[in-house]
């Protein structure tokens, strides 16, 4: 199971998602590649935008802490929005907690 969670407090927001899916063997897990590909298009996007990221990445885990401003929140609603589609597909392998 992958868990997504996004928190938000004022205008700092952390991104934490751990786990891996299990949908598939590695390699072939569709679930994971479309989590993987939101987390790496959010995490370019503030880096990109010279967004000051506090990062940790490992095996099946990624944090993302910044802060943000009214155009970043867009970032973050359109990545959450795409781990909400997955979470309604396969609901059994994310979920993501907000």
Same mark, same amino acid.
Request: glycine fraction near 12%.
């Given at each position: 199971m992958i868990d997504v969670i996004v928190l938000t407090n004022g205008s700092h927001t952390?991104? !934490?998602?751990?786990?891996h899916a299990c949908y598939a063997e590695k390699g072939k897990d569709i679930v994971c590649a479309g989590v993987s590909a939101l987390c790496n298009a959010l995490r370019a996007y503030l880096? !990109?935008?010279d967004i000051r990221v506090e990062e940790k990445i490992s095996d099946g885990y990624l944090k993302l802490a910044f802060n943000r401003s009214e155009e970043q929140n867009e970032a973050v609603r359109m990545f959450s929005a795409g781990i909400n589609i997955l979470e309604l597909e396969y609901g059994d392998y994310v979920r993501i907690f907000q």
């Open positions: 952390i991104v !934490e998602v751990k786990g880096l !990109e935008n």
